[in-house]
């Protein structure tokens, strides 16, 4: 009896653990569902369906597998858009294999696919990482693919010292970011914080980040900003914020020496200034999200689309996440410049690129360009590119993502024109909302700077530290912290570096 | 015979070795590129990040001894001595163990969250209390950490005990029972003894486990804040997949990791055979 009654107990358990999960065998099995159970968007498919199926090239023969390929739990409009191109990829290449994987690029989890040779023959890792890769022999030479496809005239300088080494290239820009600030507006709203026409008082330097960030805390009880300082990722912002402290030029917080050795240099003034601002963030204005420590990238935008933060310090590329992604309609969101500081008004811009797994022959390179071409995301203009780029807006228009302009990737102004005529078209959001994000780029207001150059990953966890000591000890010296980051940042770069 | 040695070789000793040889070698990922002798030990051990990891580890080890060594034997105790639903208890216990050690990890991080939406903080505010930050408070992280592998682990250790427990005379305990000995008495004087030399392997086996914890601190707190979590094994992580990808320091740190343990062992066995002499 007490046998089965532990039996049954367990059974229960597993029976229960099973309904908690998110069911998404059963979902996949019933097509493409949407959350919600939309259905795709007749637009996607119209457009699509523009597009020519005539056999490009019977004789390129390849399997490819793809990452980033949307889940069976994405939306139906983004699902319709993907099988709708391998399609067409089946129809103009009909010896080409697309195989969809759904591996969305880390770091952590790319190295051992890689190393194991299981890794899809297209990843998409952010603008940091490539330098890593290709010094570590973990990514294939596409120079003669790119070549073919006329697209090395095309790149933008700083693009090709991004992504290449020794005159080689290994991969192509997908598209820029620049970082900004995500915006809460209902809480803007709740908070009496909108002039007459309605619109948020949206902060433009970091003091009143900090004053109206307390307003939306006293007013609503939500924080005034998240910013997440887990890993890397407080470092990673804290580097923006110091830089408009003035830790640039003879501030910088790396630099190399007479004898060039790098050196760490986190005990300068703005740097000190600067960390002093976020302890006034959480000790004196106490705007911040109380699980800082804890909550890394995702969570931010998770914190802010479900309301719980008004603010988050983040790109032009991430607008699907508090939206799309958490729920946030575009209609209460906004993106605007990132803060100025008391010295300078920088905003770090990077980006994320298109990469080829190390195994990539060339038929599989040349494949996966004319994949991409038809997808609408290399430089290159015809009607089909045009409606891949059309359907690709509508997608994302369906899917409650703002359609905003793109950062350019390419040196290529008619591609550049293309992309900005059909953002315009598809737009979906109060550009009012936006526009200050994108005119601060042109007319000088913000000055667009890359990362620093040495082992900046390992720079950004040791200033997280920092930050978190002092965000979560109210005592704790700010000097001292900064000199431990240092003190380990330099022991780093002497062992890796300056032997 | 032959099969088994295959497949320790295959995936036990060659790895094994391959580690160790890796940790005298600069390395570009998991290529040996230059032979460079202990300079991959003498360059951790002057890491700072190193050293608080190797303290963490001790203090995760210390928490562990004093919250988890015991509360299994508790279990066991209170289980054996519970005459009605001891099925039940016995499978309650074990239960936590069933659930994947990531899912678990992440239940608790909403459980400890300091949000007003932290499971601990919800239940707080009924009696006005809080709201608490558990996860950010550097003298409290690691002990909170040790309580939630606990409560998931020790189900499992407490059904060794109670296996051991079962193998007792129960004639001792009428024994001692018609004597006039209570329940403490009983415990201190038949329990107790016979359980001595299993305890003694699951507090060695106990010790080795928690000095490789890695993910529950990797998903709770990622080693934060300010490395207050970092374990040994999560700083070789970070080594080795988290940006550097630094193989031959990684290795490194693993084999000292596995020379503490076998000195851990070793003393272990040696206090063992000189108990076993004197009885």
Redesign the interface.
């Known amino acids: 009896m007490k046998k089965w009654f532990a039996f049954l107990a367990l059974l229960c358990v597993a029976l229960f653990l099973t309904a908690c999960g998110d069911g998404g065998g059963t979902q996949g099995s019933q097509g493409p569902t949407a959350p919600g159970g939309e259905l795709p968007s007749e637009e996607v498919l119209y457009e699509i369906a523009d597009i020519a199926v005539d056999v490009v090239n019977p004789y390129l023969t390849a399997t490819i597998t793809l990452g980033n390929w949307p889940p069976d739990t994405a939306p139906a409009a983004e699902l319709a858009l993907f099988d709708g191109f391998r399609d067409i990829m089946r129809r103009q290449f009909p010896n080409v294999t697309v195989v969809p994987a759904f591996f969305s690029y880390t770091l952590t989890s790319y190295l051992p696919m890689a190393l194991g040779g299981t890794a899809p023959n297209l990843f998409q890792p952010p603008f940091t990482d490539p330098q890593l890769l290709i010094n570590q022999g973990l990514v294939a030479d596409v120079t003669d693919a790119l070549a073919e496809f006329g697209l090395l005239e095309k790149f933008s300088p700083a693009y090709v010292d991004l992504l290449g080494h020794d005159g080689r290239l290994f991969g192509l820009p997908r598209d820029g970011y620049v970082l900004g600030m995500h915006i809460n507006v209902d809480l803007f709203r709740e908070a009496g914080l909108v002039d007459e026409e309605g619109l948020p008082l949206i902060p433009t330097t970091l003091q009143e980040v900090a004053e109206k960030g307390r307003i939306i805390r006293e007013e609503t009880g939500a924080a005034g900003l998240v910013f997440p300082a887990s890993e890397t990722f407080g470092g990673w912002l804290f580097t923006n914020i110091a830089w408009n402290f003035g830790a640039t030029g003879e501030h910088a917080m790396q630099y190399q020496d007479a004898n060039g050795n790098w050196r760490a240099n986190f005990t300068s003034p703005p740097m000190v200034e600067a960390l002093y601002f976020m302890r006034a963030l959480r000790w004196d204005y106490d705007i911040l999200n109380a699980d800082a420590t804890t909550t890394d990238w995702a969570g931010s935008h998770n914190i802010l689309g479900t309301g719980r933060a008004a603010m988050n310090f983040a790109a032009n590329d991430a607008v699907a996440e508090p939206t799309a992604g958490r729920g946030l309609p575009v209609d209460s969101f906004a993106l605007v410049p990132f803060p100025a500081g008391p010295v300078n008004a920088y905003a770090l811009t990077g980006g994320t690129a298109f990469m080829f797994a190390p195994q990539t022959t060339h038929d599989q390179a040349i494949a996966i360009l004319h994949f991409l071409e038809i997808i609408g995301v290399l430089p290159v203009i015809t009607d089909d590119t045009v409606a891949a780029m059309r359907a690709g807006a509508i997608s994302a228009r369906d899917r409650g993502v703002p359609v905003l302009p793109p950062i350019p990737a390419w040196a290529d102004e008619d591609f550049i024109a293309q992309q900005r005529a059909i953002a315009n078209e598809f737009s979906n959001v109060d550009m009012r909302l936006f526009n200050d994000f994108f005119d601060s780029l042109v007319d000088g207001r913000v000055a667009l700077r890359g990362e620093e150059p040495m082992f900046t990953q390992q720079m950004y966890r040791d200033l997280t530290a920092a930050i978190q000591r002092i965000i979560t000890r109210e005592n704790a010296d700010v000097f001292t912290a900064l000199q431990q980051a240092e003190d380990r940042f330099q022991e780093f770069l002497d062992d890796m570096v300056n032997r | 015979m032959l099969p088994g040695i295959a497949l320790f070789t295959f995936f036990l000793w060659v790895p094994l070795l391959q580690s160790v040889r890796m940790s005298f070698y600069r390395t ?4 040996l590129v230059e032979f460079v002798g202990l300079q991959n030990y003498i ?1 951790i051990f ?4 190193f050293q608080q990891a190797l303290r963490n580890t001790f203090v995760y080890t210390g928490w562990s001894l004093l919250i988890g060594f015991l509360v299994p034997i508790f279990l066991a105790l209170v289980i054996g001595e519970t005459l009605r639903g ?3 208890f ?3 216990a074990y ?1 936590p163990n ?2 994947p050690g990531l899912a678990a990890m992440i239940l608790f ?1 909403r459980f400890f ?4 939406t932290g499971v601990i903080n919800i239940i707080m505010s009924w009696i006005d209390r809080g ?1 608490f ?1 558990f ?4 003298n409290m992280v690691i002990p909170i950490i040790v309580l939630v592998s606990t409560w998931r682990g020790a189900g499992a250790t407490a059904l060794i005990y109670m296996a051991g427990l079962a193998g007792i005379n129960p004639e001792l305990y009428e024994a001692a029972t018609i004597d006039g000995a209570g329940i403490f008495r009983r415990i201190r004087h038949i329990t107790i003894p016979a359980i001595f030399n299993l305890g003694s392997t699951l507090l060695i086996l106990q010790i080795i486990a928690v000095f490789q914890i890695m993910y529950e601190p990797m998903v ?3 080693g ?4 207050a979590s970092l374990s040994l094994m999560l700083y070789m992580w ?1 080594l080795a ?6 193989m031959g320091r990684a290795s490194a740190v693993a084999v000292i990791t596995a020379l503490i343990l076998l000195c851990f062992t070793a003393l272990y066995s040696f206090v063992n055979k000189r108990r076993t002499e004197w009885e």
Do not use: H, K, W, Y
Request: glycine share 10%; aromatic share 4%; hydrophobic share 35%.
């Open positions: 570009v990922n998991i290529e360059s002057g890491r700072q990040e001891r099925g039940f016995r499978t309650a239960l069933i659930l991080s969250s300091a949000e007003p709201p930050t996860l950010t408070e550097t709770l707190t990622a934060g804040p300010d490395n970070n997949f988290s940006g550097v990808m630094d």
